[in-house]
């Protein structure tokens, strides 16, 4: 049976797949989307039909979409690699709360910060960045409230402390929130997240 195929892209979201894969010691193999318009062929359009990444081809041959769809399978699949606390638990539904609060609000807000002539005509793309960039202040804002430090939960990573550092790199300001700033340093003293991180030129 073929390992995991991680479909993914420098500086974009398949980096907490990679660093949950490494997490786990999963065999995978990384597929690199070398140009954004790779993303729009038919081919790759056949794996997502958003034509995003991060995707993950399973070695049952399903594939997956959506970063924390993608977590959470791999927890599913691997509890003992211990992504997430353990099922049932009360920590586990505040780990994935928040994950869930992130890429329903912080990811997409970055998507508009970044992109915002897709939200909009010419006119509007300064309006829509700075309401973007706001969101994303006001988003994190709320995270670096409930992080006990220096990672969310306290002292255990969790994969949720890995996508919060992964979101706060493509903005400036979550960065230097204090909390943010030592939750990213701590997850970057994990050898498998630090090496996702590399690859995926995080930092930069
Ligand atoms: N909700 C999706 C968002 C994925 C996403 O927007 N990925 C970006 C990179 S970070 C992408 O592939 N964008 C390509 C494009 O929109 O053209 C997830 O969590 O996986």
Redesign the pocket.
């Known amino acids: 049976m073929a390992g995991y195929r991680l479909y993914w ?1 420098p ?4 980096m907490v797949v990679e660093a949950a894969l490494r997490m786990i010691g999963a065999e995978f193999e990384r597929i690199q989307i070398d140009k ?1 318009a790779a ?1 729009s062929t038919p081919r790759f359009l056949a794996l997502n039909p ?5 995707v993950l081809a399973l070695p049952s041959g399903q594939v997956i ?4 769809a ?1 977590l959470l399978a791999l927890d599913e699949t691997f509890p003992e690699a211990r992504l997430l606390p353990q099922h049932g638990s009360p920590a586990r539904n505040v780990a994935v709360q928040w994950l869930i609060f992130m ?1 329903a609000n912080i ?2 807000d970055a ?1 508009r910060y970044y ?1 915002p002539e897709r939200y909009g005509d010419a006119t509007s793309e300064a309006a829509i960045k700075l309401q973007a960039g706001g969101d994303m202040d006001r988003d994190f804002a709320q995270l670096a409230s409930a992080i006990r430090g220096p990672f969310l939960m306290g002292s255990r990573m969790t994969i949720t402390d890995v996508y919060a550092a992964m979101l706060a790199d493509w903005h400036a300001p979550a960065r230097a929130l204090p909390k943010i700033a030592a939750l990213t340093a701590a997850v970057l003293e994990n050898a498998a997240v630090a090496e996702a991180w590399r690859n995926h030129e995080f930092g930069a």
Do not use: C, D, F, N
């Not at 500086?11 to 398949?14: C, K, R």
């Not at 958003?50 to 991060?54: D, E, H």
């Open positions: 892209r500086g974009t979201g398949s954004e993303l958003a034509g995003k990444v991060p979409t959506e970063s924390v993608i890429t990811y997409p998507l992109h």
